[in-house]
């Protein structure tokens, strides 16, 4: 009997270690994550989760990035993510296309706030990747955008890339033709760039 009681409780911790649920890291960005006009296995979201399968096993990257996703859409569409894949981090990089549309500034950084402030509601950590516009944009806009990510990473104490294409976004041959995203050639780069801040937040 005891020998039965034994093996019982030995089988129903296997059950339990097998369905542990997945240490799940979402993506939520535009076509800077969404691996555009490149193959998806190139893009950095997919190369980071082949370099956690490799060296942080139990993690799995959920890419919820859509190309032309702004920060508002994205502020909408949080929730439900974070309702269905339970992330433990949460990786926002989100207005690009705010900026390259010209929207208002304080409305990017209230959204972003408001999904920085759901995430953290879960228990999720956060890490908040910054971009930066082409110079035509002007000094104002550009600097605002730089100051809503900083004070934003400050205020909700949150992990910061300050911009997600440094050391690629200035080298035409690691840029498409368009000037606004990487070559399949420039997305490890943006990895290294990426992980130098998320590594930190893996338990």
Known sequence: MRRFLCLLVLLCGIGVLQAAPAKNVLVLGDSLSAAHNIPVES????????????????????????????SLSGRNRLPGLLAQYHPRIVVIELGA???LQGLPLPNLRDNLATMID?????????????????VNYGPQYRDGLRAIYAGLAHDKHVALVPFLLDGVALNPALMQEDGLHPVAAGEPIVLNTVWQQLKSLLD
Do not use: F, Y
């Not at 893009?43 to 989760?49: C, F, I, V």
């Not at 956060?126 to 082409?134: A, D, H, K, R, T």
């Open 43 to 70: 893009g950095w979201a997919h190369l980071l989760e082949v370099r956690l399968n490799d060296m942080e096993p139990g993690w799995a990257v959920i890419n919820a990035s859509i190309s032309g996703e702004t």
């Open 97 to 99: 296309n705010d900026g």
């Open 118 to 134: 759901a995430a953290q509601h879960t228990g999720a950590k956060v890490l908040l990747l910054g971009i930066e516009l082409p």
